[in-house]
């Protein structure tokens, strides 16, 4: 899996967009961003993932830059159930050999 | 919602005990994983399983076992547990599949505290 780095923490207020960022300025061109996220004690909750294109899902929006050496997952309406942290992951590029990496990740705390 | 079952979530048990964490899943996924996590610090796969009768080691050296003689089922166990084992312990699935990446579920976690 390609390195990814995210900065520690951030906040957000509540109803506003959080805009979470990641570099991977490694990435193969076979790999994939991931993006998962942990609510405290709970087991890690897959959130989305692209390869080239961005993505949208019901959860959360995935903006991949062109050089794919950076992304950024956009949660557009943060609610105070979304503080978690929040793993990006460059990998996986569906072969047999395939498992994922977790790095530190992002707390993001959602505020009032 | 991912069906994967972690037993049991809580376990408190003393030095020197045998004890086997139960996973099992039922979404006929041919991969599991096991992923060891102290409070407040990073996921380090300890253990991953192709299918049946393969088992691998992962990218934390574990002093557990693992099997796998059922599809669905993944167990870990400590032979002699100590206190350096006190750690949640996450069990996950994915597809084998060469689809466009694979989607890691994971359960709800086991607490282990030995003392």
């Known amino acids: 899996d390609a390195k990814t780095t995210q900065p520690p923490s951030m906040d957000c207020a509540e109803g506003r967009a959080a805009n979470l960022p990641c570099n991977h300025s490694t990435i193969s061109g076979n790999e994939y961003v991931y993006w998962y996220r942990q609510i405290h004690s709970q087991g890690p909750q897959y959130i989305i993932h692209g390869l080239k294109n961005n993505e949208t899902n019901e959860m959360a929006s995935l903006i991949i830059t062109e050089d794919r050496k950076s992304s950024t997952l956009i949660l557009p309406h943060a609610t105070l159930r979304d503080t978690a942290v929040y793993y990006c992951i460059a990998g996986g590029s569906g072969g047999s050999n395939y498992k994922l990496t977790f790095g530190k990740g992002t707390l993001l705390t959602v505020n009032p | 919602e991912a069906d994967i079952y972690q037993t049991p979530r809580y376990l408190v048990i003393g030095t020197g005990k045998k004890i086997t964490l139960e996973c099992s899943q039922t979404?006929?996924?041919?991969?599991m994983y096991w992923y060891q996590q102290d409070p407040g610090m990073e996921l380090h796969l300890i253990h991953y399983s192709y299918g049946v009768n393969s088992t691998e080691k992962g990218d934390l050296s574990s002093e557990s076992t693992v099997s796998r003689i059922r599809t669905e089922h993944f167990p870990l166990t400590l032979e002699s547990a100590r206190p350096s084992h006190t750690s949640q312990y996450l069990c996950?699935?994915?597809?084998?599949?060469?689809?466009?990446?694979?989607?890691?579920?994971f359960g709800e976690g086991s607490w282990l505290t030995v003392v």
């Open positions: 996950a699935s994915s597809s084998l599949g060469q689809g466009p990446g694979n989607t890691i579920y």
């Open positions: 979404m006929g996924h041919d991969k």
